[in-house]
């Protein structure tokens, strides 16, 4: 019998919004994806879901589907690797727990950063919150902006290249689980984990087979091969590797914005992967608009 979807295509499964680190609302991001002509979006902020429910009303008056997600912050030794989780429940107390551990981490870590940056340049904490949306999680992207402001960089991606480069000694890394750790609590959600972008500068290293097979064992889904960031080959070694652990591949833009150079369906994932993923997904449901 033929799958019936109630979802369409073109499928853009990482994105972000003013909640984390995107420079439009969850409502405008959603008006951006069907000006782009998707037909399915994912809002994946950083450690958080506060952005959900104004996107699953727009996406609604919009026509075009949403999954609700999060892009969950995890660490293996001092390397960040960022797990992508797809309709899970928002409300699950291992969650919950753990994001609000990360983000009061994160907000630490950003204002220990700019006190050092600020004996350096004419920066301070409240030209940071200035560019930062009430509730939102607090990161690097929101320092970019503020040296922007500032005038001490052109870009936010000026200011990752230098003064916020992990080389520059203004940078300092939070507290963030292990990968083995998330894709327990995301699966025992109900949600589906996705690792985002494995094949960047040495992601192939910090997730070496070894590591990849346990989280395959503990339920990983699958790996964010289409993704800009992704060397090519690391991401050929990576397709390999998913196809000996049966993990899918699945396609993103990882939009913020203005925040960054990525537009919206630049990559993108194939219903099947999603027909999966929705069918794995026990702790919420898509918004069909």
């Given at each position: 019998?033929p799958?019936?979807?109630?979802f369409r295509?073109?499928?853009d499964?990482?994105?972000h919004s003013t909640v984390?680190?995107?420079?439009e609302t969850?409502?405008e991001?959603i008006?951006?994806?069907?000006?782009a002509g998707?037909?399915t979006?994912?809002?994946t902020d950083?450690d958080s879901?506060a952005g959900w429910?104004?996107?699953?009303?727009?996406?609604?008056?919009?026509?075009i589907?949403l999954?609700?997600g999060?892009?969950?912050?995890?660490?293996v030794d001092?390397s960040s690797?960022?797990?992508?989780a797809?309709?899970?429940?928002?409300?699950?107390?291992?969650?919950v727990?753990?994001?609000?551990?990360?983000r009061?981490?994160?907000?630490?870590r950003?204002e220990?950063?700019?006190?050092?940056?600020?004996?350096?340049?004419?920066?301070?904490?409240?030209?940071?919150l200035?560019?930062?949306?009430?509730d939102?999680?607090v990161?690097?992207?929101h320092?970019?902006?503020?040296?922007?402001?500032?005038?001490h960089?052109?870009?936010?991606?000026d200011a990752?290249a230098g003064i916020?480069?992990w080389k520059?000694?203004?940078?300092?890394?939070?507290y963030a689980?292990d990968p083995l750790r998330?894709?327990?609590?995301?699966?025992?959600?109900g949600g589906?984990?996705v690792?985002?972008?494995?094949?960047?500068?040495g992601a192939?290293?910090?997730i070496p087979?070894?590591r990849?097979a346990?989280?395959a064992?503990?339920?990983?889904f699958?790996?964010?091969l289409e993704?800009r960031e992704n060397?090519?080959?690391?991401?050929?070694h990576?397709?390999?590797l998913a196809?000996k652990?049966g993990l899918?591949v699945t396609?993103?833009?990882?939009?913020?914005?203005?925040g960054?150079?990525?537009?919206l369906?630049?990559n993108?994932?194939a219903?099947?992967?999603?027909?999966?993923?929705?069918?794995?997904g026990?702790?919420?449901v898509?918004?069909y608009?």
């Amino acid at each position: 019998m033929p799958v019936v979807r109630r979802f369409r295509a073109p499928i853009d499964l990482h994105t972000h919004s003013t909640v984390s680190d995107g420079t439009e609302t969850p409502a405008e991001l959603i008006r951006a994806a069907a000006r782009a002509g998707l037909g399915t979006v994912a809002l994946t902020d950083h450690d958080s879901t506060a952005g959900w429910d104004d996107a699953a009303e727009t996406a609604i008056t919009e026509d075009i589907t949403l999954i609700p997600g999060m892009e969950f912050s995890t660490r293996v030794d001092y390397s960040s690797v960022h797990l992508l989780a797809y309709l899970f429940d928002p409300t699950d107390v291992g969650i919950v727990t753990e994001i609000a551990r990360i983000r009061a981490a994160r907000l630490t870590r950003a204002e220990q950063m700019v006190q050092r940056i600020g004996f350096d340049y004419a920066l301070t904490w409240d030209d940071v919150l200035a560019q930062t949306m009430a509730d939102a999680t607090v990161g690097r992207p929101h320092i970019a902006d503020a040296l922007v402001a500032r005038g001490h960089a052109l870009t936010r991606s000026d200011a990752f290249a230098g003064i916020l480069h992990w080389k520059s000694g203004y940078y300092q890394p939070h507290y963030a689980p292990d990968p083995l750790r998330a894709v327990e609590l995301v699966r025992a959600a109900g949600g589906v984990p996705v690792i985002a972008h494995p094949a960047t500068r040495g992601a192939v290293e910090v997730i070496p087979e070894t590591r990849l097979a346990k989280l395959a064992h503990a339920g990983l889904f699958g790996l964010e091969l289409e993704h800009r960031e992704n060397r090519p080959e690391a991401t050929a070694h990576l397709a390999e590797l998913a196809k000996k652990y049966g993990l899918f591949v699945t396609g993103s833009s990882d939009y913020h914005g203005t925040g960054k150079p990525n537009r919206l369906g630049e990559n993108t994932t194939a219903p099947e992967v999603l027909d999966r993923i929705i069918e794995q997904g026990r702790g919420c449901v898509p918004i069909y608009g």
